[in-house]
């Protein structure tokens, strides 16, 4: 699909006459900050560290979790730098992104490519040569797949984008658990899915309040191309999913009373506001009265939840 086009907004610039390495060294700091998305990196080492408790059926070594929680940051940084420097156009564009250090000016194009590129090489070396080569490989696997399958290939093209290309923000459940055991097993696998069918449920809120920011550049998200009635629907479908794929791991043997207590406990909430959200969308519910945000909301929280009770639940057993 082609970008649609359109104006920028003069807002949205600060001014190029000065260039980049020119302006204040904090702002510039800041900016670089920023390309790395900290807020969403956040959510990734939340899904990371638990994750290692329950590989070592204990507390894992402390300079482990540091060098691993440093190596995914690194990694999604570089990748979300690589993301900011494809989408800058349309970055441009959107109202939620017109504030981002390509789109003022504070950091250059160019910067921003080197920058990412850096964090790339640097993040593969640092888990490969203190970690293990195996979470070297699976985060650089999810970087690639962010910015070549995700952002240049999915996300201008399908609504299902989303879907398939939440699968590199899957990816740190399996890098805790490698970086612990230097292998894979079916645990890391059952929170792979849980975050893949809980990535579209996840985002689809947020992309039914900012729809006009995609319409207006062309991304078809699915809340673009489809009414609220089958975006509500889908949620429902892959959150029943989710939450019955989240309580696998008690029967496979992983975790005990305490996680399958959080996990339905949480579970049921999330699809208590998922139909609630179909409803409203039933009733044809616009503006404001959708109320779309709460689910989005929860789903923050409710990842927190479980994955908390995944780092506790082995000292409960």
Known sequence: MCVTAVESRPAGVIGTSQSPSRRPVGARVMAFVALTKPRIIELLLITTVPVMFLAQQGVPDLGLVLLTCLGGYLSAG????????????????????????????????????????????????????????????????????????????????????????????????????????????WAPVVLFLVMFFWTPPHYWPLSMKVREDYARVGVPMLPVIASNKVVAKQIVLYSWVMVAVSLLLTPLGYTGWFYTTVALAAGGWWLWEAHSLQNRAKAETTGGKLKEMRLFHWSITYVSLLFVAVAVDPFLR
């Open 78 to 185: 570089g990748a979300n730098a690589l993301n900011m420097y494809i989408d800058r156009d349309i970055d441009a564009l959107m109202d939620r992104t017109s504030q981002r250090p390509l789109v003022t000016g504070m950091v250059s194009p160019r910067e921003c490519l080197a920058f990412g590129i850096t964090l790339a090489v640097v993040s593969t070396l640092l888990f490969g040569l203190t970690v293990n080569w195996l979470s070297a490989w699976l985060a650089l696997g999810a970087l690639l797949f962010y910015v070549v399958v995700y952002t240049m290939v999915l996300k201008r093209r399908t609504s299902q984008n989303i879907v398939w290309g939440g699968i590199a923000g899957c990816m740190p459940v399996l890098i805790g658990w490698s970086a612990v055991t230097d292998s894979l097993s």
